[in-house]
């Protein structure tokens, strides 16, 4: 069973950034895409971008599209999620995770694997 923590949350301001980690555990890391989600308050898990296993091949959700990057090294089995231009409308908890299966990870409903998530909050 794969185990992920994620960290590098935090507070920053509008326009600024800030790079999350995620520490997978588990022979599978290096051999399935990753993926990066978030909640806010109230409103439901958003999908955000997806690695592939490699690290090739890279997806993103359109509200992020320019403005975050996926990465992964699998030397260290750690994906990270380096934002940019943040807005306040990227408050939320941000979470790492792992689809069912190394053919998914387009939408937040294909993961089944997730860390606890860290809390990012930009103030304007």
């Known amino acids: 069973q794969v185990q992920l923590v994620e960290s590098g949350g935090g507070l920053v301001q509008a326009g600024g950034s800030l790079t999350l980690s995620c520490a997978a555990s588990g022979r599978t890391f290096s051999t399935y895409p990753m993926g990066w989600l978030r909640q806010a308050p109230g409103k439901e898990r958003e999908f955000l971008a997806r690695?592939?296993?490699?690290?090739?091949?890279?997806y993103y959700a359109e509200s992020v599209k320019g403005r975050f990057t996926i990465s992964r090294d699998n030397a260290k089995n750690t994906v990270y999620l380096q934002m940019n231009s943040l807005k306040p409308e990227d408050t939320a908890i941000y979470y790492c995770?792992?689809?069912?299966?190394?053919?998914?990870?387009?939408?937040?409903?294909?993961?089944?694997?997730w860390g606890q998530g860290t809390q990012v909050t930009v103030s304007s």
């Open positions: 690695i592939s296993a490699s690290g090739a091949g890279t």
């Open positions: 995770a792992m689809p069912r299966s190394r053919f998914e990870g387009g939408t937040a409903d294909s993961y089944d694997v």
